[in-house]
């Protein structure tokens, strides 16, 4: 069982940036594929970011290509989003999942484990 704790949201104007933290719970953290997702409001949850156990291997949504970076601190069983050129669209709730199998992958189905979202406002 692994649990998930997202910090970092907030309110920030277009062209800044922000650093979501994902703290799990569990001794496996290491083993797990990270990803990143993200929901607007009245839209589906969208793949932003993954990365595998050792950050060797990522992916990424073309929307955020080049402005998100996502990065793992295994000794710290945490994983990091930094965002950067922040634009009003990319406001949503951003969610961290954990997914025990190898491939990385941008379907959210695949993921086992959730945290409970971050409040990112992108003003104008």
């Known amino acids: 069982q692994v649990q998930l704790v997202e910090s970092g949201g907030g309110l920030v104007q277009a062209g800044g940036s922000l650093r979501l933290s994902c703290a799990a719970s569990?001794?496996?953290?290491?083993?797990?594929?990270m990803g990143w997702f993200r929901q607007a409001p009245g839209k589906e949850r969208e793949f932003v970011a993954a990365?595998?156990?050792?950050?060797?291997?990522?992916l990424y949504a073309d929307s955020v290509k080049g402005r998100f970076t996502i990065s793992r601190d295994n000794a710290k069983n945490t994983v990091y989003l930094q965002m950067n050129s922040l634009k009003p669209e990319d406001t949503a709730v951003y969610y961290c999942?954990?997914?025990?199998?190898?491939?990385?992958?941008?379907?959210?189905?695949?993921?086992?484990?959730w945290g409970q979202g971050t409040q990112v406002t992108v003003s104008s």
């Open positions: 999942a954990a997914d025990d199998s190898i491939a990385v992958v941008k379907i959210a189905l695949s993921y086992d484990y």
């Open positions: 990365s595998n156990w050792s950050g060797s291997i990522t």
């Open positions: 569990g001794r496996t953290f290491s083993s797990y594929v």
